[in-house]
């Protein structure tokens, strides 16, 4: 049998799966934060690029996930606007794309059962998020983020950074529709809504709920912040 460390009971596994675009180095320090937290789940990263040929900081990236030991799939990016998108309804095209193509790669390898999407910015210090996902069963995870006011809502905002699915159970969810709208709003229409009248099981992630998020890492797009935290927690 496979443990996990200390912080998952045995018998328990997730594929976690991140998306990498350009901010390779946050990227690879919140690998590491869950290579340490939980050494023995199976760990991807999808790496977005600008061409079929890899740019020379994606190349150095790529190596640097082979001493990871971390699966890696390379794809060109659809959208570039030439920023991240934040607090933009751009943001709706840029983690839709991200989601549905690793969806598709998880389909292409036949992978069954829990996948963990995460963003390059999304790290762990304590493990209290992995292993609540490790230890319920969903067919949908999320956490909360509110989107800018105004128009019409769905009944759930998601946070787009993570989101936690059985990949045999959202076959008739995804792919995702891809445009420009606030993500909150997109995912909760597309994603959450959609599968409350399939009446498939959703849970929320306890510590992911906005801004809080538990002691387990922090909302922040700081590469400096994820070092002070992780180096807080010993992991680097």
């Given at each position: 049998m496979v443990s996990f460390g200390v912080f998952a009971p045995i018998g328990y596994s997730m594929i976690i799966f991140y998306k990498s675009y350009k901010r390779h180095?946050?990227?690879?320090?919140?690998?590491?934060?869950v290579k340490h937290l939980f050494p023995d789940l199976e760990l991807k990263c999808l790496v977005l690029t600008d061409n079929l040929i890899p740019s020379q900081d994606d190349l150095v990236f790529l190596?640097?996930?082979?001493?990871?030991?971390?699966d890696f799939y390379t794809s060109v990016k659809k959208y570039?606007?030439?920023?991240?998108?934040?607090?933009?309804a751009k943001n709706g095209l840029y983690?839709?794309?991200g989601v549905n193509k690793i969806y598709k790669k998880?389909?292409?390898l036949q992978v069954t059962g829990k996948v963990l999407m995460l963003d390059e910015d999304h790290f762990f210090?304590?493990?209290?998020t992995v292993k609540h996902l490790l230890t319920n069963n969903f067919d949908l995870a999320v956490g909360s983020w509110p989107a800018p006011p105004g128009g019409q809502r769905p009944s759930f905002e998601p946070n787009a950074s993570i989101l936690a699915l059985t990949i045999e159970s959202m076959v008739d969810v995804f792919p995702v529709p891809e445009r420009e709208q606030y993500v909150e709003l997109l995912w909760g229409f597309e994603i959450v809504d959609k599968c409350k009248?399939?009446?498939k099981k959703i849970i929320e992630i306890p510590t992911r709920v906005y801004t809080n998020y538990g002691g387990?890492?922090?909302?922040?797009?700081?590469?400096?912040?994820?070092k002070k935290e992780l180096s807080k927690f010993n992991i680097i």
């Open positions: 180095d946050r990227t690879l320090l919140s690998l590491k934060s190596e640097d996930l082979k001493k990871l030991k971390v570039n606007f030439g920023n991240s998108g934040s607090g933009s983690f839709s794309e998880c389909i292409d210090t304590t493990g209290e009248k399939l009446g387990d890492g922090i909302h922040t797009n700081n590469i400096n912040d994820i």
